[in-house]
């Protein structure tokens, strides 16, 4: 029996071993991010999670300051230039992993290429299909959709162009024809 109680203990876990091992590299990075661009390490930023819970994540400060405010204000496109140099290394990876995280490992050149306006097409095709990818993750809830998820991850990483997610989990919801 996978229950929340459950999921949440692994996934403290998981978190606390990933951190450990990711630590040789976070401390460098966040020395880098102090030393180079706007000397700002973390932010916070919110977030919506389970049952519309708001909450706020700390996250590097990869892009300008008011960055929001500039640009695509708050969508991130390909080559944007309010992205920090060591925001461009830390871009080009999936990030806390999730079933919308390895779909849209890619989400800034969909937004790029998108004809019109990117907040619109942002809105009304990307925005729609990863709530709905959210939905089928919370109805395939489960240890092993948990860790083909980390699988995945690590796999989007090494191969990233690889529709493996969608051998692995068959009964996804259908990609809309403009997200091909």
Do not use: C
């Not at 071993?17 to 930023?45: C, D, N, R």
């Not at 008011?66 to 830390?90: Q, Y």
Request: no cysteine.
């Amino acid at each position: 029996m996978y229950t929340h109680f459950f999921k949440r203990i692994f996934d403290f876990i998981l978190a606390l071993i990933a951190l450990i091992i990711l630590s040789p590299f976070l401390i460098p990075i966040s020395l880098i991010l102090l030393l180079t661009g706007e000397h700002e390490v973390l932010y916070l930023k919110k977030r919506v999670g389970f049952k519309n819970s708001r909450f706020k994540i700390w996250k590097y400060a990869t892009m300008m300051k008011n960055s929001s405010k500039m640009g695509t204000s708050s969508l991130t496109v390909r080559n944007d230039p309010r992205v920090l140099p060591i925001g461009k290394f830390l871009h080009s990876n999936p990030g806390i992993t999730g079933i919308g995280s390895i779909i849209f490992r890619d989400e800034e050149k969909w937004i790029s290429n998108a004809p019109g306006d990117k907040h619109v097409f942002y809105k009304e095709h990307i925005a729609p299909y990863k709530g709905e990818l959210e939905i089928w993750y919370q109805s395939n809830l489960s240890f092993y959709t948990d860790f083909m998820l980390l699988f995945l991850t690590a796999w989007s990483i090494i191969a990233p162009e690889s529709e493996l997610v969608y051998s692995v989990f068959n009964d996804l919801p259908v990609r809309p024809a403009i997200l091909k």
